[in-house]
Structures are given as C-alpha cells and as structure tokens.
C-alpha cells in the first residue's frame, strides 16, 4: 500500500465517490441555484466555470485537503526556490524564471538565474526586430522573407502552437514554418516554395544531438549552400537555440549565432525561453512580453491564491478526482478557438510527457494511476466527429471547453453560432436526456407504439458527464501566456499529488535506443535475424521491398 491510498482524506473521498454514484448533475444544480457562482473562479479576463462537475462543497474541500496532505503547498515553495525536484536528473525546475517579472532572485544551486535570463531576452528582441524590420539581410543583400524553425517535441510544439494562437497579430509578409518531422516530406514540402537567399533556419535542440532536429539541420544546410560552396553564407541563413553551443559550433552555426536554454528547463516548459524566437519574429516582441507577462501573472496566483481559489489546483485536484476516484481513462481537450488548434497537441506533450510515470518519487511502483490519456480536437471539429463517445459511450471522459468571448473577426453570425455549440455541448452533456424526454419527443414526431418502444433506447442520453468552461475575452498573448501556465499548473500539482516527478522523461529513450541498432541494420544487405520474429519479419520486408 502507498503513502497516498492510505491517507485519512483519500479513504474519505473514496466513501464520497460511493455516494455520489447515484447523484445527478441535474439534481445538484435543481438543490442549489447558486452553483455556478459558487463553482467558478475568476483570473483576470478568464472564467473557469466547474460546476458542471460531480462534486459537491465538502468533496471540493477534501481534495483540496488532499493537496495540502500530499505537500502541495511545500513542493509550490520549491519549485521557486530552484530546489533540485527533478530529482532524477538533478535538476532545478525554473519555467517560472524565464518569465519572471518580479525583479527578485531565482537561484539555481546559490546562483542567481535572472541576469542570463534578461540578456538572453534582449537578444531575442535585438534578432527579432532586426528580422522583422528588414535590417538582417541573407548573403544576396535581400532581406528575409521566410524563417524555419527546425525542432522536435518541446523544441516544436510550444513555438508552433503559440505562432498558430497569436495569428492575428503576425505580420503577414513573414512566413514562419515548423517542421519536425524526418519523414523528408516534411522539410522538402517546406522548402519547395522557400528561397535559400531569404530563408532563415532555427535550430531549436537543447542537446543538440536528436537525430530528427540534426538531419533536418543537415538537409536544410545543404540546401542553403547548393550551388554556393560557400560556409560563411551560413551565418547570415542559420541560428540555433540550444544548451550546447558546442555542438552548434561543430554543425557551423557561429557562437555569435547561438541562444541559450538551460538545464533548467525541460523542453516541453521551454517556449518561454529562445526556444520560442520564432513566436517573437512572428508576432512581435512586444507581444511575446506579454505573452510572458500573462504567463507570470498565473504564476503569482498560483503561488499566492488560497485553493479555494485557485484556478491550476481546482483544475488539477479535479482531474484527480475523476482519475483516481470514478477510473476516467482519458480527459479531451476541446478549443472552440480555430486559432488554437494546435493547443490538444501541445497539451498532450505537457500532460502525458509530464505525468506518464509509474514510479514514484521512493522509487517505487504506484498502486493508483496517474495521468490520463490526453486527447482533443477543435470543439467544432469533434462534435461531427467523436462526441459521440461523450455523450452515449461507455466511457466517462471529462473535458475542457475553451472558448473566446470575442472574435478576432467581425462577422458576429459565425462567432455566435460557434458558441451556441459551447453552450449547448456542455449543457448536453450534463443534463443528457430522460426517457421520458427522448419519448415525448419522439412521439411530437408522430412515432408511436412499437416503433417508438424500438427507437427509444437509442435516443436517451445519460448525461451526468463532466466538463470544466473555460472562457476568456479574447485570445490576446497575454491570455495565451495565463492559460498555458495554468495547465503547467495543473500538471505540477497532480505531479506532486501523485508523488512523481513530472520533470523527467526516461520513458523516451527505448524507442530512440533501438532504432540506432536498426539504422545500421537497414544499410546492410543481409536478412536481419536479432530481434523477434515480428520486427526481423517486418524489417526484411521493407528491405526486401524498399526502392520499388
Ligand atoms: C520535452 C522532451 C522532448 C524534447 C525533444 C527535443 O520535454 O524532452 O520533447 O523537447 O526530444 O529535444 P531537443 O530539444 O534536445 O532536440
């Protein structure tokens, strides 16, 4: 038995769930008319609305309580106090640092962080104006039209999800691409309409030695420098980010060329930092510092709020409600926002990267699970798609709705319509429909008898199914900057609740691992006999096959 399952609090919440087994929503929100405003918490222009969950005020305080016996308080301390809680590579964990705006030390193991943080800032603003501004000119004398950032997993979807969120406030005669992908169809697309002579490449890799970001960075090199023959050209055409000026140096990148990131901080919590110099030549610095200013702004809340109001654990503590107490298997995240369509995959990496762990911080294996599948899709998108699960499935899957209040666009029909479905999923979903709802309406139809008695069972919806709303006013960068914070938020407090170190990711390293001992088992002619019978099966046939 773990620490955790044998906690007073955890056994008081298991007996709650018990007796919540045959509560309905409708009942809860019918007992007290004042639900949504108790069960809703604001920050700045965001709403969250969570009383559309199966809770009650005394669960709400015991998982609450839960958070306080599991050392959530303490472990928030440590964080920013750059205590070494990415224990298994001895590492601070300072995101906050990067966006920190309080003018007081951050210190990593005595040192103060901020000074590097601040240069490294400047020199972001200094490159990104000179971009977009037309001063930094390519080796013909013309100025940049397109940039590239070539990365992979932390190094890519940050960037790529911001650039995509603050579109409305990109210049549009900058074109700012990702790819990430070494299936070449994805650099080679990229390129097809790019010139070398106004293209610029990012190279975002912290260790400067993923396979992926190195063969895209090699390929791209080439690409500058077909026809040319010339090295220098490279300093006009290339830049990277990384923690291994090195290595960069060693790939031709000038050190004069290279930004910083830090051992303290984990890619997928790095967009904060140069990592996301695209997002700046994107969208401006200005907005990038208010990107930070958001994200710093739900860091002093989350530090100093009261749970009770607190929008990263309220969101987390009731994720773990329905985890560890009703076995929901995953949680969707669904933005009715076209701007954020790339925020379910960001979310997935945060979450899943984070807390995908089955070990705890003693180093031994969890007797609870800890974190769900993540998974999402634009609402809009979803609702022609896989809502059915939600609404009829088997399974429980609680969801976030995220949705702007204001549009970026003046047609008002459209952004009306989009959220009289924000509403009306979420109202679905927790009301469902009654049998005696589903017969009523069938019979208006003019069904009856059988046929009716037939049809019926298809057309109940159980309802009683969670969602969190949350709305802001419009999707500014500062907005931007507060959401993404929160859910780093979240994902630290069901860390620490779950007793895992969210900061690490050894899970990764199997995969990479076998593949370097099949790379050179593929550029060999001879039949492949060392591994089981289905991977030898599959690489001979590939072989056997490959170049048709
Ligand atoms: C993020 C992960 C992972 C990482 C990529 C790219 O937290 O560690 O997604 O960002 O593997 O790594 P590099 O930046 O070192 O190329």
Request: glycine share 8%; aromatic share 8%.
């Amino acid at each position: 038995m773990s620490r955790l399952t044998e906690l007073p609090v955890w056994k008081q919440l298991k007996a709650r769930r018990a007796q919540m087994e045959d509560v309905h929503m409708r009942e809860l929100f019918a007992q007290d008319p004042q639900r949504f405003a108790r069960f809703s918490l604001e920050f700045r222009d965001i709403l969250f609305d969570f009383s559309r969950n199966r809770i009650t005020g005394e669960i709400l305080d015991l998982l609450y309580q839960l958070a306080r016996d599991t050392g959530v308080p303490e472990y928030i301390e440590k964080m920013f106090g750059g205590e070494h809680i990415n224990h298994t590579e001895d590492r601070a964990v300072l995101h906050v640092a990067l966006r920190d705006q309080s003018g007081r030390a951050i210190k990593d193991a005595g040192r103060n962080v901020m000074p590097e943080v601040r240069a490294e800032l400047r020199r972001i603003r200094e490159f990104s104006e000179a971009i977009r501004t037309r001063r930094w000119r390519g080796y013909t004398g013309q100025p940049i039209t397109d940039v590239v950032n070539l990365g992979v997993g932390g190094s890519d979807l940050g960037p790529v999800m911001a650039t995509e969120a603050l579109r409305p406030y990109a210049i549009h005669d900058l074109g700012v691409h990702f790819v990430s992908n070494v299936d070449e169809s994805h650099i080679t697309d990229t390129l097809e309409k790019l010139k070398p002579e106004t293209t610029l490449f990012i190279v975002v890799s912290k260790s400067f030695t993923t396979q992926d970001t190195m063969v895209n960075a090699e390929t791209a090199r080439k690409w500058l420098l077909d026809g040319h023959g010339n090295a220098d050209i490279l300093r006009q055409h290339m830049v990277a980010v990384t923690s291994n000026v090195a290595r960069a140096g060693e790939c031709g990148i000038p050190e004069e060329n290279v930004f910083a990131m830090w051992d303290w901080v984990g890619g997928r919590y790095s967009l904060w930092s140069a990592v996301g110099l695209s997002v700046a030549i994107a969208v401006g610095m200005e907005h990038f510092e208010d990107m930070l200013a958001g994200a710093h702004a739900m860091d002093e809340h989350f530090r100093n709020a009261p749970f009770e109001e607190n929008l990263p654990v309220t969101l987390a503590m009731l994720g773990i409600w329905y985890v560890n107490f009703f076995g929901a298997e995953s949680c969707a995240i669904l933005p009715y926002d076209q701007h954020l369509h790339r925020l379910p995959a960001y979310l997935q990496q945060l979450e899943m990267e984070s807390n995908g762990k089955r070990v705890d911080r003693d180093g031994r294996v969890v007797d609870y699970h800890t974190c769900p599948v993540i998974f999402g899709e634009l609402g809009i998108t979803g609702q022609h798609a896989f809502y059915q699960l939600l609404h009829q499935g088997t399974r429980l899957v609680p969801a976030d709705f995220i949705a702007p209040i204001n549009s970026y666009q003046c047609i008002p029909l459209h952004h009306r319509i989009l959220m009289s479905n924000v509403f009306a999923q979420t109202e679905a979903l927790m009301r469902g429909k009654t049998e005696d709802e589903a017969r009523a309406e069938l019979e208006a139809e003019g069904l009856s008898g059988t046929e009716l008695e037939a049809l019926l069972p298809y057309k109940v919806f159980p309802g009683n199914k969670p969602s969190n709303t949350i709305l802001y006013r419009t999707l500014t960068p500062a907005t931007l900057g507060a959401l993404i914070a929160m859910y780093e938020h979240k994902v630290f407090v069901q860390g620490v609740v779950w007793n895992i170190n969210s900061f690490d990711q050894w899970g990764v390293e199997l995969g990479k691992q076998l593949a370097k001992t099949i790379l050179p088992e593929l550029d060999a002619d001879a039949e492949v006999t060392s591994h089981d019978s289905s991977t030898n099966g599959l690489i001979n046939h590939y072989k056997k096959l490959r170049g048709d």
